[in-house]
């Protein structure tokens, strides 16, 4: 099965800061990734598909790249309402795997 | 208007059998996948298995023993059956439907206890 290792695990940040969560891939997955939001009590949400493409509705402010394997989900200036949990997702082979998820709260 | 709504029974007893509905409505179960994950309190999320458009199923290989993944087209449903619960199997079950997991139900949370 393809290992997804996510960091950071937890993370503070200011209004305004520049953050970025990271999956690493222990096999080649392609742009084959999906990073989801979560909200405490709700369901998860796609926010980038493929890596690096935003879905419909979601903020400019949020961005996907790739550097080898490793996947990062960038948001460029942080609001009050992005703080949830981010979990990403490669879809390149099945089983399908997870990242342990990054819970990211405003300081 | 695509919706998603899992059901089902919320404490389940050690070593018993998890039946799992969720409802489809907006979106064609011939022409799109459905999948369920599932989340222990505070944990992460895991891919269970996937009910593919044309019936055809792939399960997570750490519970593929334990589970099935059925459908009735005709009452837009999708079908989770997992066997031998364990105290570890506790947690919020989503169905989300599309390869792109575009769609989500809001969860059914299970708890698996005597």
Known sequence: ?107 | QVQLKESGPGLVQPSQTLSLTCTVSGLSLTSNSVSWIRQPPGKGLEWMGVIWSNGGTDYNSAIKSRLSISRDTSKSQVFLKMNSLQTEDTAMYFCAGRMGFDYWGQGVMVTVSS
């Open chain 1, 1 to 107: 099965d393809i290992q997804m290792t996510q960091s950071p695990s937890s993370m503070s940040a200011s209004l305004g800061d520049r953050v970025t969560i990271t999956c690493q891939a222990s096999q080649d997955i392609g742009n084959n990734l999906i990073w989801f939001q979560q909200k405490p009590g709700k369901s998860p949400r796609p926010m980038i598909y493929y890596a690096t493409n935003l879905a419909n509705g979601v903020p400019s402010r949020f961005s996907g790249s790739r550097s080898g394997s490793d996947y990062s989900l960038t948001i460029s200036s942080l609001e009050s309402e992005d703080m949830a949990d981010y979990h990403c997702l490669q879809y390149k082979q099945y089983p399908l795997t997870f990242g342990s998820g990054t819970k990211l709260e405003i300081k």
